[in-house]
């Protein structure tokens, strides 16, 4: 029997809307009955939106808590299942899927990615506590299997699932026309740019990308070892990539910076296509040439549309193009994890500098 009483394990928690508020907590390990599993989590991944929510920009706390439990990206081992949880078995691994469903027809119908009510809950960014902990409890549902072989890099899958819905829907939209694109463009080189790289070049493009890390960076190695082209935005600016490349077909806006996201749209060819999926929690404002971007926009039958989020479909795509990837360029997936922090030193992790593409909390060796 579990002494599920008085077990407690460490997580990290912070004060949502309030700066630096980052710190550790103890809570009570939860329990696997019915039709819940108990996750062990081995490591966490760090991203943009952890560094917000630690500004105190961003992130919500459960209704009836005054703190919320960070960390949406985690690799975590299956320790104990309940009876109603098929499928799974102790020693499992798995990454969750992070948005929860409200009761609006999409949630429904299995797309919380698509939303229509906006009462949907984020773990670990918006109304529910996240993986930052030694444990968290999950239903199966929300629980995607890892092959063993994938382990190496298998955190990585929760920001591969934001790239894999970003081109799945760009496609899709596409279906509209005869479309044959052979010309990407890719902003930002950080793990959300490379990792839109490597999809852009398993589906054939040619691929430019265009990002502010200085010339000599890891993020233009890894870029190049692609076969993409890296220009630096300080001799390349937004403003004339296409007079630069001539015909965009699809431009993958991954710096989470509006204004480049503006600039970014008159650079779209003909019938092409931009894709944003950069949260921007302030609130600038900025001046746009508004008759040009409109007259090219509608001469061009061209399309601006916005990515959220990831339904486990796109988890599942990210198992497939981890294992090509991986064939293709051997070890380029670990390559993306430029820092490894641990649990003690978190406070480390939730720095953002320069050179970082992916920063992992370990939370647990094995
Ligand atoms: C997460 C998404 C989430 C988005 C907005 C991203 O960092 O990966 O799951 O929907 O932030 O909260
Ligand atoms: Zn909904």
Redesign the pocket.
Same mark, same amino acid.
């Given at each position: 029997m579990a002494k599920a009483v008085t077990a407690t394990m460490r997580a990290v928690a912070v004060t949502p809307m309030r700066a630096s508020s980052a710190r550790q907590v103890e809570l009570p390990i939860p329990t696997a009955t019915g039709n819940t599993a108990l996750m062990r989590v081995l490591e966490v991944g760090i991203?943009? /939106?952890?560094t917000e929510i630690n500004s105190g920009l961003?992130g919500e706390a459960p209704p009836g808590s005054d703190f919320l439990v960070i960390g949406?990206?985690a690799l975590s081992v299956v320790e104990a299942v309940g009876e109603g949880v098929p499928g799974f078995t102790a020693g499992d691994l798995v990454v969750s /899927?992070?948005?929860r469903p409200d009761d609006c027809p999409n949630c429904q119908a299995g797309e919380s990615?698509m939303c229509l009510f906006g009462r949907y809950t984020?773990r670990g !960014?918006?109304g529910a506590h996240g993986y930052m902990g030694e444990y968290y409890a999950e239903t199966p549902a929300f629980m995607v299997k890892i092959p063993p072989a994938l382990r190496p890099f298998a955190v990585l899958l929760?920001?591969l699932? !934001?790239v894999e819905k970003a081109t799945f829907q760009a496609w899709k939209i596409q279906e509209r026309m005869l479309w044959e694109p052979t010309r990407a463009v890719v902003l930002g080189a950080g793990q959300i740019g490379i990792l839109g790289t490597i999809l852009l070049r398993l589906r054939g493009l040619e691929v430019h990308v265009y990002a502010k890390s200085p010339p000599d960076s890891l993020q233009r190695r890894i870029v190049e070892s692609l076969g993409a082209t890296y220009e630096s935005v300080d001799d390349h600016p937004v403003l004339g990539i296409r007079e630069e490349l001539g015909q965009i077909d699809f431009i993958l806006e991954a710096t989470g910076n509006s204004t480049v996201a503006f600039e970014a749209m008159p650079q779209v060819g003909t019938n092409g296509v931009l894709c944003l999926t950069g949260?921007s929690a302030g609130n600038r404002s900025i001046e746009i040439p508004a008759d040009v971007i409109n007259l090219q926009m509608v001469l061009g039958n061209r399309v601006a549309f916005g990515s959220?989020?990831?339904n486990r479909r796109y988890f599942e795509m990210g198992l497939e193009h981890f294992q090509q990837g991986q064939l293709r360029w051997p070890g380029i997936f670990q390559r993306l994890i430029t820092r490894r922090v641990p649990f003690d030193d978190f406070t480390a992790a939730l720095d953002r500098r320069p050179e970082d593409i992916k920063t992992l909390l370990t939370i647990a060796a094995e």
């Open positions: 991203d943009g /939106t952890d961003y949406h990206e /899927t992070v948005r990615d984020e !960014i918006k929760e920001p699932s !934001i949260v959220v989020n990831a």
